[in-house]
């Protein structure tokens, strides 16, 4: 069922995929059905991590070495042309390495200042207690980072139901994340770089009347099965006295890691030169530890989920993927589907390389269009590091398929009411 379901998404995908323009890195590669064949490759390395997600990060380490393989010989490209595109890749995956491993600190001071131990108190006993956690969790990511809303959702959950969370609230909780950075040029990385590349802060934010419809398909079944699934527990347990320091060194990280962003940015003028944000995240995490010590103990698991994260990244950054069809209603919906499997920021960059993209839409859509599949957005990876069980394909496509429906209801709403305003950055 799980093969079955993938592979007919990956051939889906492939066959679509236009081949008439130079790959990514090097001559235009081998086909195979009229797509690119590495294509075909790379949705069996999917495959095996759908089937074996146990041992997710070793199939993408073998993936990546498979796809660069592949890349220098049988397309043609060469190791050292391959060797020099990895290398150029070096800030990106730096930085979500980096940035995965801190927001895993960061979960561990959310959890341990007895915050989330208050809201089974604080939230309404019913399905709406869930809504109300996704909405948290949709309008956080808007104002911090979709990574970090998905981890503190998960966090809260876990504290709300138990043990009993359903994989179908976990991508729920994805979900909500991946909307609410939609229309927000600091709440996704795809958004942040459409700034740095020209485009308005105000160009983007239509997207959230896509995000928002979104939401409401999302929320109100995400919510009402989980309720089903598993009520929230923990409303006769006493309540705990907070640790606030903990919650003000939440504050100091997240903010030192927004600020040398913007700031880096500035002074760079967009060129990454370096992986700032992750480091200055860092940074603030080991200058505040002395004054509330972090459990480290947490990073050996989170490792494990990073790493297969930044393989399959750095696999989908050689694949022959830019060569995309003219800006349209059509190919921006195409490239959101794309997102579920491919990593989304290389997706983005070559769509504000051709320009003529509606950047509303299309940030919709590449940001949102991840959280499809576990794997196919930063934000899912970094939950199911905390929920292992989140890894299982085929329950997240079964039980999350309210996720689908609102990427369709939220893109199609918005293109009646907006229309497509298709335009180059600047």
């Known amino acids: 069922m799980r093969r079955g379901l993938l592979a007919a998404l990956i051939g889906a995908i492939a066959c679509a995929a236009p081949v008439s323009a130079a790959a990514a890195v090097g001559p235009t590669p081998y086909t195979f059905l009229g797509a690119p064949a590495v294509f075909f490759v790379f949705g069996l390395i999917l495959v095996s991590i759908a089937v074996w997600h146990r041992y997710a990060m070793a199939v993408s380490l073998v993936g990546l070495v498979l796809i660069a393989c592949y890349r220098a010989t049988i397309d043609g490209v060469g190791f050292i042309e391959v060797a020099r595109h990895l290398a150029g890749e070096w800030v990106t995956l730096a930085n979500l390495l980096l940035l995965l491993l801190g927001f895993e600190i960061l979960a561990n001071h959310f959890e341990r200042s007895k915050l989330p131990d208050r809201l089974p108190h604080l939230l309404p006993g019913d399905w709406t207690g869930g809504l109300l956690l996704l909405l948290a969790v949709f309008l956080t990511s808007g104002l911090l980072d979709n990574i970090a809303a998905a981890v503190l959702g998960g966090v809260v959950a ?27 040029v600091i709440g996704d990385t795809t958004t942040t770089l459409m700034w740095l590349h020209g485009v308005s802060p105000l160009t983007v934010l239509p997207a959230y009347l896509a995000a928002g419809v979104a939401f409401l398909v999302l929320g109100l079944a995400g919510a009402l099965s989980q309720h089903r699934f598993q009520p929230i527990q923990g409303r006769e347990a006493p309540i705990l006295a907070m640790e606030p320091r903990r919650l003000a060194i939440m504050g100091f990280i997240l903010a030192s890691a927004v600020t040398a962003n913007i700031v880096a940015n500035a002074l760079s003028q967009g060129e990454e030169s370096a ?82 993209y509606d950047w509303a839409l299309l940030a919709f859509a590449v940001g949102y269009g991840g959280s499809m599949v576990w794997f196919g957005s930063s934000a899912g990876v970094a939950l199911t590091n905390l929920y292992p069980e989140g890894r299982a394909l085929g329950a997240w496509l079964r039980q999350g398929w309210f996720v689908p429906l609102g990427y369709v209801a939220g893109f199609f709403v918005t293109l009646l009411a907006l229309g497509w305003n298709g335009h180059a950055p600047g």
Do not use: C
Not at 158 to 181: E, P, Q, T
Not at 282 to 306: E, N, Q
Not at 325 to 331: L, T, V, Y
């Open 158 to 184: 876990r504290h709300l139901y138990g043990s009993r969370v359903s994989i179908g609230f976990l991508a729920a909780i994805v979900a909500s994340a991946n909307a609410g950075g939609a229309g927000s």
């Open 275 to 356: 992986p700032w944000l992750g480091l200055a995240l860092w940074v603030a995490i080991l200058v505040s530890a002395p004054f509330a010590k972090p459990d480290w103990s947490v990073l050996g698991h989170a490792a494990k989920g990073a790493v297969f994260l930044v393989a399959l990244v750095a696999a989908a950054s050689v694949l022959p993927v830019e060569a995309l069809p003219e800006p349209s209603w059509g190919s921006t919906f195409a490239l959101g589907a794309l997102s579920s499997v491919f990593d989304n920021i290389p997706l983005t960059a070559m769509a504000l390389n051709q320009g003529g």
